[in-house]
């Protein structure tokens, strides 16, 4: 579905990523680990042609999209969906309005279609009553729901996640997993999760990437990850699982 | 001494970037203006949170601008026995400079801040970025409604403070400093002609355009959390108004 050949980028100085490799297999959710500040949003935006990287290639779909441009790029994105860390929904319109934006402004819909298909996904991540607040007025766990609901506007056959659980209370970021889960299994698309906690990867991964020093140092599923042997997975785990130490 | 140039030399070619910058953009802009679909319904959005909501400023502004400008002059023509020309003086100043300056500096505070504020802080919340990954672009839906709507509005204010400038002059010079009100508007119709106003249109055509590339790009460049955005807005608001006096000399050179 996504295959990540060699990819490079740098920031001025700084180089983020080094040479990453991945693939992404079609259906299922990939989980992307990696401390803070490794260099996985910078990877989750590469997917999405939102940065252009300095080396590689990124096969989306059958179609390299590195070199695309313009209006093809944008066609393409209209089969992604994509929710932002703290959701980053357009804070002048209502709940209602962040969810029909891609609907109104992609679809020839009429008005009255539109209205019941965004009901409807603010239904599916539980948020109809909230429709006419704005998003100033919800809280952290509310507005990735509705950020959800935004990018499920137009069924995207890809969802990307970046670190939806982060800053979240243990019960809210487990009640954002179930969702994750849930949708999944429900769409049967295929979603990309960057995050850098272990108990999310655990609860919703079927396959598991580490990211560290700009590459991606493990990729398999949950199992041959979680018991790899692999020094950098080991150094990963135990020190996320007990910060104290 | 040479750190002194040093430090010179790398805030001279910051500001060439900064002017590249916003000259790109206006490029960037120029092209999805001209390209369908037209999005009437941002323009016009824009226009009412540009122009509309700034007419009060404006008619106060511009009113008193007129009325003061009346009274400095009544004193200096009286010396000649001059008064009678105390509206053409008015007329002409509101009509080629004070109407298109005054007006578009006082947008650029208002609402060219707010463009600044508006776009830095959707820069900095992703949203800029979430409209670009659901394939809208955002030079396209964010900033060509904005330049457009304020290239159309800030003549159209410009219009309405002249128009008050004249008249809160005349309120000065014939009802309280009692100068006889024949001469007075007749001077102005012999003296002032059509374009001097159509020249000071021009002017704030330009200025409009000018104070909202300077203020978009300031806050669609934004880094560096809600400190970017404090600092982008008060340097839009400073850079539009020094462009807007440059831009004034150039163009009063030119048109005049």
């Given at each position: ?23 992404v ?9 990696g ?8 990877l989750?935006k ?28 944008n ?7 994509m ?28 008005e ?13 991540v ?28 137009l069924?995207?056959?890809?969802v990307?996640?970046?670190e ?19 949708t ?38 949950p ?9 950098m ?6 020190r ?6 | ?12 070619i ?38 509309v909501?700034?007419?009060?400023v ?28 105390v ?10 400079e ?15 801040s ?25 030079v ?6 904005r ?12 219009v ?6 004249i008249?809160?002059?005349y309120?000065?010079g014939?009802?309280?400093?009692r ?18 106003i ?17 203020c978009?790009y300031?806050g ?16 839009s ?8 006096l440059m831009?004034?000399y ?7």
């Amino acid at each position: 579905m996504i295959e990540i050949r060699e990819l490079y980028k740098s920031f001025g100085e700084q180089e983020v990523l080094k040479g990453v490799n991945l693939r992404v297999p079609e259906g299922g959710i990939t989980v992307i680990l990696g401390k803070s500040g490794a260099g996985k949003s910078v990877l989750l935006k590469h997917i999405i042609g939102l940065l252009k990287p300095d080396r590689g290639e990124i096969v989306v779909m059958g179609k390299e999209i590195t070199r695309m441009r313009g209006g093809e790029l944008n066609e393409f994105r209209k089969r992604f969906g994509m929710l932002f860390q703290e959701g980053a929904l357009f804070d002048s319109m209502t709940v209602f309005d962040n969810v029909a934006f891609p609907l109104r402004e992609h679809t020839d819909l009429p008005e009255r279609e539109i209205r019941e298909r965004a009901l409807k996904k603010l239904a599916q991540v539980g948020l109809e009553e909230a429709r006419e607040k704005m998003p100033s007025e919800l809280s952290g766990g509310m507005k990735r729901r509705v950020a959800l609901a935004r990018a499920l506007a137009l069924d995207p056959q890809i969802v990307l996640f970046d670190e939806p659980t982060t800053g979240l209370d243990p019960l809210v970021a487990a009640a954002i997993e179930d969702l994750i889960l849930e949708t999944q299994q429900r769409l049967g698309k295929t979603f990309v999760v960057i995050t850098h906690d272990i108990r999310t990867a655990r609860r919703v991964a079927s396959k598991v990437a580490l990211l560290e020093e700009g590459r991606i140092v493990l990729e398999g599923s949950p199992e041959e990850f979680f018991r790899s042997s692999h020094p950098m997975v080991r150094a990963f785990l135990s020190r996320e699982e007990a910060p104290l130490h | 001494m040479s750190r002194l140039i040093g430090a010179l030399g790398e805030w001279v070619i910051r500001q060439v970037k900064e002017l590249g910058g916003v000259i790109l953009l206006f490029a960037d802009a120029l092209r999805w203006a001209i390209l369908p679909p037209f999005r009437l319904d941002l323009l016009i959005q824009q226009m009412e949170v540009i122009g509309v909501r700034s007419t009060l400023v404006i008619l106060l502004t511009g009113a008193f601008t007129g009325m003061v400008f009346a009274l400095q002059t009544f004193y200096a023509l009286r010396k000649f026995g001059a008064e009678t020309m105390v509206g053409v003086t008015v007329a002409l100043g509101m009509t080629r400079e004070l109407g298109p300056v005054f007006t578009s500096i006082m947008v650029t505070a208002r609402a060219g801040s707010a463009m600044a504020a508006e776009l830095g802080t959707m820069r900095i919340t992703e949203q800029i970025d979430a409209l670009e990954a659901m394939a809208i672009n955002p030079v396209k839906y964010l900033i060509v409604p904005r330049v457009l709507a304020s290239s159309i509005v800030v003549p159209i204010l410009t219009v309405i403070s002249d128009f008050v400038g004249i008249a809160g002059g005349y309120f000065v010079g014939v009802i309280l400093l009692r100068i006889n009100a024949g001469p007075f508007v007749a001077n102005i119709q012999k003296y002032v002609e059509l374009s001097d106003i159509y020249n000071g249109l021009i002017k704030a055509v330009v200025f409009g355009l000018l104070l909202s590339l300077i203020c978009c790009y300031k806050g669609y460049t934004v880094k560096g959390g809600a400190q970017g955005v404090g600092r982008a807005t008060t340097q839009s608001v400073v850079f539009s108004s020094v462009a807007i006096l440059m831009m004034d000399y150039i163009l009063t050179a030119l048109l005049f």
